[in-house]
Protein backbone atom coordinates (compact mmCIF):
# COMPACT_ATOMS: atom_id res chain seq x y z
CA UNK A 1 0.00 0.00 0.00
CA UNK A 2 1.38 3.28 -1.08
CA UNK A 3 0.33 6.67 0.56
CA UNK A 4 1.33 10.07 0.70
CA UNK A 5 1.31 11.94 4.01
CA UNK A 6 0.37 15.37 4.41
CA UNK A 7 -0.21 17.45 7.27
CA UNK A 8 -2.83 21.02 7.17
CA UNK A 9 -3.94 23.33 10.17
CA UNK A 10 -7.42 25.66 9.89
CA UNK A 11 -8.08 28.24 11.59
CA UNK A 12 -11.09 29.27 12.94
CA UNK A 13 -11.01 32.56 10.97
CA UNK A 14 -12.30 31.90 7.80
CA UNK A 15 -10.47 33.06 4.55
CA UNK A 16 -11.70 35.71 2.32
CA UNK A 17 -11.35 34.13 -0.99
CA UNK A 18 -13.95 34.59 -3.93
CA UNK A 19 -16.66 36.13 -3.15
CA UNK A 20 -19.17 38.92 -5.03
CA UNK A 21 -19.41 42.64 -3.76
CA UNK A 22 -20.94 45.91 -5.41
CA UNK A 23 -18.26 47.67 -7.07
CA UNK A 24 -16.56 50.12 -4.26
CA UNK A 25 -17.28 47.75 -1.72
CA UNK A 26 -14.99 45.42 -0.25
CA UNK A 27 -16.29 41.63 0.75
CA UNK A 28 -16.79 40.73 3.98
CA UNK A 29 -16.39 37.51 5.79
CA UNK A 30 -17.19 37.82 10.04
CA UNK A 31 -13.99 36.96 12.12
CA UNK A 32 -13.05 36.54 15.65
CA UNK A 33 -9.48 37.82 15.23
CA UNK A 34 -8.19 34.39 16.96
CA UNK A 35 -6.22 31.51 15.74
CA UNK A 36 -8.06 28.59 17.08
CA UNK A 37 -6.56 25.92 14.92
CA UNK A 38 -7.23 22.28 14.03
CA UNK A 39 -4.51 20.22 13.43
CA UNK A 40 -5.19 17.01 10.76
CA UNK A 41 -2.54 14.45 9.55
CA UNK A 42 -3.68 12.71 6.26
CA UNK A 43 -3.46 10.28 3.81
CA UNK A 44 -4.25 9.58 0.21
CA UNK A 45 -3.84 6.35 -1.57
CA UNK A 46 -3.62 7.13 -5.78
CA UNK A 47 -5.20 4.93 -7.72
CA UNK A 48 -8.79 4.73 -5.53
CA UNK A 49 -8.22 8.25 -4.17
CA UNK A 50 -8.48 6.73 -0.27
CA UNK A 51 -8.51 9.24 2.16
CA UNK A 52 -7.89 9.14 5.51
CA UNK A 53 -7.40 11.76 8.38
CA UNK A 54 -6.54 12.20 11.84
CA UNK A 55 -7.08 15.87 14.23
CA UNK A 56 -4.40 15.70 16.42
CA UNK A 57 -3.61 18.28 19.19
CA UNK A 58 -0.25 19.79 17.41
CA UNK A 59 2.15 18.71 15.01
CA UNK A 60 5.47 16.81 16.67
CA UNK A 61 7.45 14.02 16.22
CA UNK A 62 5.29 12.23 19.31
CA UNK A 63 2.04 12.56 17.41
CA UNK A 64 3.56 11.85 14.25
CA UNK A 65 4.51 8.88 16.08
CA UNK A 66 0.81 8.32 17.44
CA UNK A 67 -0.42 8.78 13.69
CA UNK A 68 1.94 6.30 12.47
CA UNK A 69 1.12 3.24 14.89
CA UNK A 70 -2.73 4.05 13.87
CA UNK A 71 -2.12 3.86 10.08
CA UNK A 72 -0.10 0.27 10.73
CA UNK A 73 -2.97 -0.82 12.40
CA UNK A 74 -5.72 0.62 10.23
CA UNK A 75 -3.73 -1.89 6.84
CA UNK A 76 -2.76 -4.38 8.87
CA UNK A 77 -1.16 -7.02 7.82
CA UNK A 78 -0.77 -4.96 4.53
CA UNK A 79 2.92 -3.40 4.61
CA UNK A 80 2.55 0.54 4.15
CA UNK A 81 5.22 2.60 1.82
CA UNK A 82 4.25 6.25 3.30
CA UNK A 83 5.82 9.25 1.02
CA UNK A 84 6.53 12.27 3.71
CA UNK A 85 7.88 15.67 3.01
CA UNK A 86 10.71 17.08 5.61
CA UNK A 87 8.71 18.77 8.06
CA UNK A 88 10.39 19.22 11.71
CA UNK A 89 7.67 16.93 13.38
CA UNK A 90 8.63 13.68 11.12
CA UNK A 91 11.77 13.59 13.38
CA UNK A 92 10.66 11.18 15.61
CA UNK A 93 11.75 11.12 18.96
CA UNK A 94 14.62 7.61 20.01
CA UNK A 95 11.59 5.01 21.27
CA UNK A 96 9.88 6.09 17.69
CA UNK A 97 12.97 5.86 15.81
CA UNK A 98 13.08 2.29 17.85
CA UNK A 99 9.65 1.26 17.03
CA UNK A 100 9.92 2.05 13.29
CA UNK A 101 13.11 -0.47 13.11
CA UNK A 102 11.17 -3.42 14.41
CA UNK A 103 8.31 -2.76 12.60
CA UNK A 104 9.97 -2.23 9.18
CA UNK A 105 7.99 -5.17 7.73
CA UNK A 106 4.61 -3.14 8.31
CA UNK A 107 6.00 0.56 7.61
CA UNK A 108 8.75 2.27 5.73
CA UNK A 109 8.97 6.20 5.04
CA UNK A 110 10.24 7.60 2.16
CA UNK A 111 10.98 11.61 2.02
CA UNK A 112 10.40 13.90 -1.05
CA UNK A 113 12.59 16.19 -1.99
CA UNK A 114 13.32 18.90 0.10
CA UNK A 115 10.96 22.45 -0.64
CA UNK A 116 8.93 20.37 -3.42
CA UNK A 117 5.26 20.45 -2.10
CA UNK A 118 4.36 20.25 -6.05
CA UNK A 119 5.36 16.57 -6.01
CA UNK A 120 2.86 15.79 -2.76
CA UNK A 121 -0.84 14.87 -4.44
CA UNK A 122 -2.12 16.08 -0.91
CA UNK A 123 -1.60 19.57 -1.57
CA UNK A 124 -4.57 20.50 -3.82
CA UNK A 125 -6.67 17.59 -1.76
CA UNK A 126 -6.38 20.51 0.93
CA UNK A 127 -6.53 22.90 -1.16
CA UNK A 128 -9.94 21.48 -2.35
CA UNK A 129 -11.02 21.49 1.69
CA UNK A 130 -10.18 24.79 2.12
CA UNK A 131 -12.30 26.00 -0.67
CA UNK A 132 -15.41 23.68 0.35
CA UNK A 133 -14.80 24.24 3.95
CA UNK A 134 -13.33 27.98 5.37
CA UNK A 135 -13.15 30.18 2.34
CA UNK A 136 -16.00 32.77 2.72
CA UNK A 137 -17.48 30.86 5.72
CA UNK A 138 -17.39 32.14 9.49
CA UNK A 139 -17.69 29.46 12.27
CA UNK A 140 -18.61 30.82 15.77
CA UNK A 141 -17.17 27.95 17.53
CA UNK A 142 -14.10 25.31 16.72
CA UNK A 143 -17.12 22.54 17.12
CA UNK A 144 -18.80 23.67 14.28
CA UNK A 145 -15.68 24.57 12.45
CA UNK A 146 -14.18 20.91 12.81
CA UNK A 147 -17.70 19.14 12.21
CA UNK A 148 -17.72 21.01 8.86
CA UNK A 149 -14.40 19.38 7.90
CA UNK A 150 -15.53 16.38 9.34
CA UNK A 151 -18.32 16.86 6.90
CA UNK A 152 -16.00 17.94 3.74
CA UNK A 153 -13.71 14.80 4.68
CA UNK A 154 -16.71 12.15 4.79
CA UNK A 155 -17.94 13.27 1.22
CA UNK A 156 -14.19 12.80 0.06
CA UNK A 157 -14.26 9.22 1.56
CA UNK A 158 -17.57 8.23 -0.16
CA UNK A 159 -17.20 10.31 -2.87
CA UNK A 160 -13.50 9.85 -3.81
CA UNK A 161 -14.07 11.04 -7.51
CA UNK A 162 -14.23 14.53 -5.67
CA UNK A 163 -10.07 14.17 -4.96
CA UNK A 164 -9.61 12.00 -7.97
CA UNK A 165 -8.65 14.24 -10.24
CA UNK A 166 -6.39 16.50 -8.06
CA UNK A 167 -3.64 12.99 -7.23
CA UNK A 168 -5.00 11.02 -11.01
CA UNK A 169 -1.58 13.26 -12.66
CA UNK A 170 0.73 11.53 -9.52
CA UNK A 171 -0.14 8.12 -10.75
Known amino acids: MVLFEDEASFWLDGTLHRRWAPVGHQA ?3 TYGIRKTAHLYATVELWKAEFRYWFSPVFNGETFWTFLKRLVSKYAPRK ?3 IIDNAPWHRLPPEGQ ?3 TA ?3 RLELFRLPGYSPELNPMEPV ?5 KMTTHDRFYGTTDERDAALRTTFTKFQRRPALIAAHVARFQ
Do not use: E, G, I, S
Not at 126 to 130: E, I, P, S
Open 80 to 82: VFL
Open 28 to 30: RVD
Open 103 to 105: NRR
Open 98 to 100: AWL
Open 126 to 130: WKTAR
